[in-house]
């Protein structure tokens, strides 16, 4: 009986110690999960932010470019309408301009064209070029002139498509002064549309 109690105390005892080293491995093992845990989360959260962060960058970029698109589809298509307003402005003052009948104040300009362009050319041999219209007036406007005394002067005898005004050529066709209604007109477009530009976005 007494080696019965022997032996149990000796299993008790072995029994004990090795709870005892069972339960310190376990403690020891619960600490380390807990540092593990406390290490990967804030490793988690630092990820977190770094994500969250990224997003946040992108999103601003994303509203950025969608916002520059907008306002650049916006500005587009505002200067598209302004060019058709424009144009169609332009088409009606030259057809309005093709209606007016040749006063005095058209003779006037007429003859100062055609010295501007005999001067701008300045060639002993030119062509000047006028619409259907002015070809008779061209004539008498050249008949008179003193630049008939200095050099060769002819009219063209193919009438040119424009409202009015004349275009004077040296006669190898190098040079060539564009002093027709039409250009002249063109020529105002540009600064006509920076003034409606200029208008529409209250600038002075």
């Given amino acids: 009986m007494s080696s019965n109690s022997a032996l149990e105390r000796t299993v008790n005892k072995v ?6 080293d069972l339960i310190a491995q376990i403690e020891s093992a619960y600490h380390e999960s807990m540092n593990n845990l406390e290490s990967s989360k804030e490793s988690v959260e630092s990820e977190y932010e770094r994500i969250i962060d990224s997003a946040r960058k992108q999103a601003e970029n994303l509203k950025r470019q969608i916002v520059g698109s907008t306002r650049l589809n916006a500005r587009n298509k505002q200067l598209l309408l302004v060019e058709g307003a424009v144009n169609e402005v332009f088409e009606k003052a030259k057809l309005a301009m093709r209606s007016v009948g ?6 006037q300009l007429m003859n ?13 041999n030119m062509i000047i070029e006028c619409n259907k219209t002015d070809i ?6 050249t008949a008179f002139t003193d630049w008939q005394k200095k050099i060769k002067l002819a009219l063209s005898e193919k009438p040119i498509d424009v409202i009015g005004g004349v275009r004077v050529r040296s006669a190898d066709l190098t040079l060539t002064y564009d002093g027709t209604l039409d ?3 063109e020529r105002l477009k540009p600064l ?6 200029q208008m529409l976005r209250g600038e002075s």
């Fill in 102 to 107: 040749r006063d005095e104040n058209y003779k």
């Fill in 192 to 197: 006509i549309r920076k003034s409606i530009v």
């Fill in 112 to 124: 100062r064209l055609v010295d501007e362009g005999l001067s701008a050319i300045g060639n002993d």
């Fill in 15 to 20: 029994l004990s110690e090795k709870e005892s």
């Fill in 136 to 141: 008779e007036l061209v004539k008498k406007l």
């Fill in 183 to 185: 250009s002249r007109i």
